[in-house]
């Protein structure tokens, strides 16, 4: 590999902008929401599952992947269970179990519960369940990547206020959790149990009236900083900024349903366009208002436009193959085949695994890994000593644990 | 550069939402301050509490009458700026404020954006920001930090940040609450040190409070003195003012004692001129015989250590005179915990060195997560002996508390409380372990949950399965003058210690332990607690102090353990120990070395000098 190909530390100003990592997963749950083929949808989370073991670091927020995986589970085991008790609308000859049927009332017609269990319906759950599971995941890896409040700091001007809420709740949270913790301790100073449900409710109240005075006192210091200095504005202005950001927000809304769902594709992306574009106008025009400059903001580099085109170009190519392979990226669950891996598709989700090479390596300090030596350099091969909560590399990383039927 | 203008502070309602240390004023919290402080001065606002130190400190940066609420009369001007017409936002260029507790003062979560977020309020150019924040962090010795999150900073550490984030914009006035009151002396050499570069290298005007005069009444180029609620400001040389100030440092009352004139107000200054008085207590005591063995004042009679003690720091006579009648509040307390069950009051635990330790720990390591807290700690507490628990920021001293008081579970070795009982804290239920330890943790008020006084000793007595009325009469002893019907919020930061160190005592354990106690105690608590330890202590109590506080240290402690990384780096008597290392050595030692001398009181003593001399005319 050579030198100028190899990728550099992450330091501020040189790490990726989180928008790339953002627009990268949503890249890949575009993708994910055109299949249903379980291969894919493997793929998909073995491609996500890379990125963020190769480039995460050791902050609080990349811990939150681990839950993003089990939440995906949570929900195939959900999806699973409904199929397997309240039956299926897929009609199905493999029966597995037949479950007694519990005799329900007219006016519940097509409601079921219990009978016959058949295999076409639990692999149709199954694989409506990966997609759901896969989509989660995607988002996961965004927000296991990109630091929140860095995304927050390059909102346009006139969301600041928004963003500074944000990233005060963030800070708040943890030092609750501390006055929780630190308070049921008291608890035993008093000889009070310290533990059980009880002994949280009762800490309540201290622990409210200690956050409230936190956040008196912060407001006294961002006050006495220059926290909400502001420009005089006309009001015209004002009207016009609230108008072309609201519209652009709908506008916005409606385009993401339509490019989701599966009929309306075609008008979808013009809607989202200019819903976009008027409420960036908006934005821009009720940054008038602010007086505030940026310290050292994101920027935007090659390598953020590399990561977040790979994970466009997954999206496309699920999208375009969606016009070429039905059959293949919706397996069919009647009558029962295994599903094919169709080779072109595939190929195309891989692209997506280029941010685990294009972006910044994390620094030495922040890493997941507590072992002092110095990493092990740039590179797809992440060392055996990391952190074990992170999915083993490669193909073998899946959230999925049933093997789909072949 | 500050100018008040006949300013005076009225609070509506008795309660006053106030912060801090101004809710036992009297409704006018400030009364007709009138004075400028010139530019380019290191600024001390020296007071006993309750005098509107906080407040006078609010109105400089606009906080108070604006955020606070209340009425401010006459006028206060910070650079030609008049703050009736300026809101605390329009005086961020000109002054930066840093509070009591630099975690509320943070607004982002890493130390480069903490640098920059007021100037990015004030809409600097980007390339100014960052020349800025780079000078910044050299300035102040963080740029191996500039990445970190803030919560991972040590308490010194965050304390430079918080004064960096403010000093970024170019203020010329800085304000500051009680900087170093939760520094290690270390931490607050460091913070003073930055503060006295700033007056020096860019003119910088600081107008800052603290407690600690100890630390930094040596740095002042003026003292703004408040002596008592209600009485006129005085803007002065420190020298003159400390001559008259109800609260000193030691070096001044020593120099008070000896009468040295004008007032040394560093220890090297005092040492300049202590050659006389080495010589007279060399000649009033054999100096070799005290330099090895205990402090003499300590154990043979509480009277006659308390009253000194309670003198010499600037306490009221009134509260002395008390001590001597025997029906003073000290009196009180020691017959409450005199009269204690038999399962404390154990036959062994009467005979001196020989009895069984109150608590012993043995290798005591304590792991969390992979930080390795506490490792191979050894500690016997005997009863009657009080132990200083010493170190910086983070060295395990609170951990060993809460390892003492089960909070924690030991990784490895043990840890026995209840003395021949021997029970293990972390498998004893908190109920039975109260009858035998007690903690009183930093912040006191973690312990209180009641609205009302009475409540919290009626919860207490509930709690200990004590007689109704123990605690309300340990709350008699303690804290003279309390009504029922106050809400422990209200209480200023000694009565709040007090109080729970009463709720605690309810239970008469026989162990007591103390993180931090004098944090925010102006000097008169302060000796009011030193009377309480002794206190306790002469009634066989076994008492650990996890303390800052050198000189509280060397007043009431008789062995010190010093922690560093978790191990115990130094065991032993508290001449011995305080003596060989500067960092812990309080004022009179350093004064007054070679031989071992402690405290004001010890020296007052061996000179057998009248105690009215700590009273101010």
Known sequence: MNGWLRAPEARRGLDLHPGAWWLWALGLATAASRTTNPLLLMLLCA??????????????????????????????????????????????????????????????QGV???????????????????????????????????????????????????????????????NLVADVRRLR????????????????????????????????????????????????????VRRMTA???????????????????????????????????????????????????????????????????????????????????????????????????????????????????????????????????????????????RAPARPPAGSASSPVPEEPAK | MIRFDQVSVRYDGPAGATPGEDVHAPQLALREV??????????????????????????????????????????????????????????????????????????????????????????LPPATMRRRVEETLDLLGLNDLRDRPIATLSGGQQQRVAIGSVLTPHPRVLVLDEPTSALDPG??????????????????????AEHRLERVVHYADQVLLLPEPGAPARLGDPADLMAVSPVQPPVVALGRLAGWSPLPLSVRDAR??????????????????????PRPAVTPGV??????????????????????????????????????????????????????????????????????????????????????????????????LGTLMGVHAPTAGTVTVGGAERLTPSRTHPRQLLRHAGLVPQEPRDLLYADTVAGECAAADTDAGAEPGTCRGLVAALLPGVADGMHPRDLSEGQRLALALAVILTARPELILLDEPTRGLDYAAKSRLVGILRTLAGERHSIVLATHDVELAAEVADRVVILAQGETVADGPVAEVVTSSPAFAPQVAKILAPARWLTVPQVRSALGAPDAQGAPE
């Open chain 1, 47 to 108: 491609v996500a599952g890379y990125v963020v073991a190769a480039r995460r670091t050791n902050a609080p927020w990349a811990r939150s992947y681990t839950v993003f995986l089990k939440l995906g589970l949570v929900v195939l085991v959900i999806r699973l269970f409904f199929a397997f008790f309240l039956g299926s609308p897929v009609p199905g000859s493999h029966v597995l179990v037949t479950m007694p049927e519990v005799p329900l009332p007219d006016w519940a």
């Open chain 1, 112 to 174: 079921r519960v219990g009978g016959r269990v058949t295999a076409e319906g639990l692999m149709f759950a199954l694989y409506d369940g990966m997609k759901l599971a896969t989509l989660l995941i995607c988002v996961g890896a965004a927000n296991a990547l990109a630091n929140p409040a860095r995304l927050l700091k390059s909102l346009p001007g006139a969301l600041y206020e928004a963003g500074v809420a944000v990233v005060v709740a963030m800070t708040f949270a943890p």
């Open chain 1, 185 to 236: 301790a008291a608890r035993r100073l008093r000889g009070r149990a310290d533990k059980g449900l009880r002994s949280v409710l009762q800490v309540g109240l201290p622990v409210l009236e200690g956050a409230l005075e936190r956040s008196v006192a912060l407001a006294a210091a961002m006050d006495a900083r220059g926290y909400g200095r502001s420009a005089e504005v006309p009001r015209a």
């Open chain 1, 243 to 385: 108008l072309l950001t609201l519209g652009g927000l709908l506008g916005v809304c409606a385009g993401s349903y339509a490019l989701l769902s599966v009929q309306g594709a075609e008008y979808g992306l013009p809607v989202l366009l200019a819903g976009a574009v008027l409420a960036l106008a908006g934005l821009r025009l009720g940054g008038r208002r602010a007086v505030r400059t940026r310290y050292r903001p994101e920027l935007w580099g090659v390598r953020a436009w590399l990561t977040a085109a790979s994970g466009a170009a997954a999206g496309v190519v699920m999208v375009a193959a969606g016009g070429a392979f039905p059959e293949a990226l919706h397996p069919p669950a009647v009558p029962l085949t295994a599903p094919e891996l169709p080779l072109w598709p595939a190929a195309g989700l891989l692209i997506g695994l280029l941010p685990a090479f294009a972006a910044p390596v994390p620094g030495a300090g922040a890493r997941p890994a507590t072992n002092p030596a110095p990493g092990p350099g740039p590179g797809p091969a992440p060392p055996p000593a």
């Open chain 2, 34 to 123: 009138d004075l400028e402080i010139p530019e380019g001065e290191l600024c001390l606002l020296v007071g006993p509490s309750g005098v509107g130190k906080s407040t006078l400190l609010g109105t400089v940066s606009g906080l108070v009458p604006h955020f606070t609420g209340g009425t401010l009369h006459g006028r206060v001007t910070v650079a030609g700026r008049d703050t009736r017409t300026h809101k605390p936002r329009e005086l961020a260029d000109v002054v930066g404020t840093v509070g009591q507790d630099p975690l509320a003062h943070f607004v982002t979560d890493t130390v480069e954006d903490e640098l920059a977020y007021g100037m990015e309020s004030l809409g």
């Open chain 2, 187 to 208: 931490a607050a050499e460091e913070v003073l040190a930055v503060l006295q570069r700033l007056v020096h290298d860019l003119g910088t005007t600081v107008l800052m």
């Open chain 2, 272 to 293: 300049r001129r202590a050659g006389p008085l080495r010589d007279r207590l060399a000649d009033v005591s054999g100096d070799g015989a005290r330099g090895t063995g």
């Open chain 2, 303 to 400: 009277e006659e250590a308390d009253a000194p003690a309670a003198s010499a720091t600037g306490g009221d006579a009134h509260g002395e005179r008390e001590l001597h009648d025997g029906t003073g509040p000290l009196a009180r307390l020691r017959a409450r915990v005199r009269s204690r069950p038999p399962h404390t009051a154990r036959p062994s635990a009467e005979d001196g060195t020989a009895a069984t330790p109150t608590a012993q720990i043995r290798g005591l390591t304590l792991r969390r997560g992979d930080i390795t807290a506490l490792h191979g700690v050894d500690l016997a507490l005997r009863p009657g002996e009080t132990i200083a628990l010493m170190g910086r920021n983070g060295a395990g001293k609170s951990t060993l």
